[in-house]
């Protein structure tokens, strides 16, 4: 998934987006609340993990603007306030759910998983297309039988494509939505990647059925057929 984290505490920030980024996640970081709703409002992000307490605009009005612009993207607001009402609050101002600080990360994790799939699909564990399957909760990817060895960045764009079958993306939507902001992108970083997908995914099965289809002039696609 790709996740805004919008957290001013730096050391917080970094914990948060080094533990997602093992578990395959893609990160943005916004400092303030003025860059996280810019951020938000530009960007399609999967979920948003809000600080309450923020400088510039706190995370109550973040949500609410957010709210108010439409966005129905899942947020989960962190505060070290954890009273009741405060809770109460953060649901009134359009939070989907409320962790307190400190937290484990397990538990991050949990609530991160509960809200990502509430959306469309409920207990997706499994990503298909034809014979290729990418498991979400064992991070293994098969083609038939075979199990395939896959980078994290290369899982992160393959279950991208996966959860978007069919739809045809250009390398510089790719980018923007598999890789996060702040990270070394090339401008044919997306390409150079699709390309070692294939490696793995389509040329080593060459007696199966080709799953990444150039579009010419467009982009890509992953489709069965
Ligand atoms: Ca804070």
Partial sequence: MKIL??????????????????????????EDGQEGLDMALSESYDLIILDRM??????????????????SVPILMLTAKNQVSDRVEGLNAGA?????????????????????????TSTIQELTCGDLTLNLQTYQVTRGKTQIELSRKEFSLLEFLLRHQDQVFSPEQLTEQVWSYDSDVLPNTAQVYVGYLRTKIDKQFPKSKTLIQTVRGFGYKLAAN
């Fill in 96 to 120: 989907d759910d409320y962790l307190g600080k400190p937290f484990a990360f397990a538990e991050l994790l949990a609530r991160i998983s509960a809200l990502g799939r509430r959306p469309a």
């Fill in 5 to 30: 984290v919008i957290e001013d505490e730096q050391r917080i920030a970094r914990y948060i987006k080094k533990g997602l980024e093992i578990k395959s996640h893609i990160v943005d970081n916004a």
């Fill in 54 to 71: 923020l400088p510039e605009l706190d995370g109550l009005t973040v949500c609410e603007k957010i709210r108010q612009n439409q966005k």
